[in-house]
């Protein structure tokens, strides 16, 4: 029988390549979106639609999660990735942005994982997409950020919880894909701050999920794919004089 995989932001870019590429292993996959989705229509894909950042629509989607079959695995993926204010924020604007971003990384794949607290196949796995910057300050991106640390943290309560049950690692990509509107400089810039100095490309990240979803030896990990951009940017931090 098919192992079942729910992918969250499985709409476009890393999330839906995910999905295709579950989808070429014949896996049976379930794609959560939120704006728009560019899969292609597939016999083994259905989706379900969800704004992550507002609450009670998550639980709109855990109450259809809660009918599905179980899952042999959960990839938490969806992300909200919106610099901080260079003015600065209102208190209003502030908290908004921060609930934002603190639900889709943290409130959003808690209340998902709880509602499938009986639906996991024996070896299921759980992977999470923090950041490298989940270990980084940056303060143009403190909402973001600090998000992503707290989704890591969460993560690693759950290998915890779930240790026997359900295996749950981290993944921290680095730039891995640069968008069609990152300039040749912009691009140069990147790659120079990296120990690999080529565009990654989201087939990096889809290797490190095989092998973590792989490997039963493996939980409460936190694993870097980012060409090496956390061991250069810690030297240039403690280093440099700019
Ligand atoms: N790309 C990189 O270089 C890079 C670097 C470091 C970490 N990562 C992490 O790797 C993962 C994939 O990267 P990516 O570049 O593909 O991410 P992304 O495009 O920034 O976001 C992934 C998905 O999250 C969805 N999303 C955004 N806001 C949402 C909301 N309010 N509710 C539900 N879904 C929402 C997006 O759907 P909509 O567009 O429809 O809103 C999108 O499909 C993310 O977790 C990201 O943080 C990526």
């Given at each position: 029988?098919?192992?079942?995989?729910?992918i969250t932001g499985a709409g476009r870019r890393l999330g839906k390549v995910l999905a295709l590429h579950f989808l070429q292993?014949?896996?049976?996959v379930v794609g959560h979106y939120n704006t728009v989705s560019e899969l292609p229509d597939h016999?083994s894909l259905s989706l379900l639609q969800a704004?992550?950042?507002?609450?009670?629509?998550?639980?709109?989607?855990?109450?259809?999660?809660?009918?599905?079959?179980?899952?042999?695995?959960?990839i938490?993926n969806a992300s909200?990735?919106?610099?901080?204010?260079?003015?600065?924020?209102?208190?209003?604007?502030?908290?908004?942005?921060?609930?934002?971003?603190?639900?889709?990384?943290?409130?959003?794949?808690?209340?998902?994982?709880?509602?499938?607290?009986?639906?996991?196949?024996?070896?299921?796995?759980?992977?999470?997409?923090?950041?490298?910057?989940?270990?980084?300050?940056?303060?143009?991106?403190?909402?973001?950020?600090?998000?992503?640390?707290?989704?890591?943290?969460?993560?690693?309560?759950?290998?915890?919880?779930?240790?026997?049950?359900?295996?749950?690692?981290?993944?921290?990509?680095?730039?891995?894909q640069?968008l069609p509107?990152?300039?040749?400089?912009?691009?140069?810039?990147?790659?120079?701050?990296?120990?690999?100095?080529?565009?990654?490309?989201y087939?990096?990240i889809i290797?490190?999920?095989?092998?973590?979803?792989?490997?039963?030896?493996?939980?409460?990990?936190?694993?870097?794919?980012?060409?090496?951009?956390?061991?250069?940017?810690?030297?240039?931090?403690?280093?440099?004089?700019?």
């Open positions: 029988m098919s192992k079942r995989i729910l292993q014949d896996w049976q016999d704004n992550l950042a507002d609450t009670a629509d998550t639980l709109r989607l855990c109450q259809q999660l809660q009918h599905q079959p179980a899952f042999d695995a959960v938490h909200c990735f919106v610099p901080d204010a260079a003015g600065g924020h209102t208190p209003a604007e502030q908290a908004a942005h921060l609930t934002a971003h603190l639900n889709v990384h943290i409130v959003a794949p808690a209340l998902i994982t709880q509602c499938l607290e009986h639906q996991w196949n024996a070896g299921a796995a759980m992977v999470v997409l923090a950041d490298i910057y989940a270990d980084l300050p940056n303060q143009r991106f403190s909402a973001y950020c600090s998000s992503k640390a707290g989704l890591q943290n969460w993560a690693l309560s759950m290998a915890q919880r779930l240790a026997g049950r359900v295996r749950v690692n981290v993944i921290q990509p680095g730039p891995i640069f509107d990152h300039d040749d400089a912009y691009r140069q810039r990147v790659l120079s701050q990296s120990l690999v100095p080529h565009e990654l490309g087939g990096a290797k490190a999920c095989d092998y973590l979803l792989d490997n039963e030896a493996v939980t409460g990990s936190v694993m870097r794919v980012d060409g090496g951009r956390f061991v250069a940017n810690r030297y240039d931090q403690i280093f440099s004089a700019d």
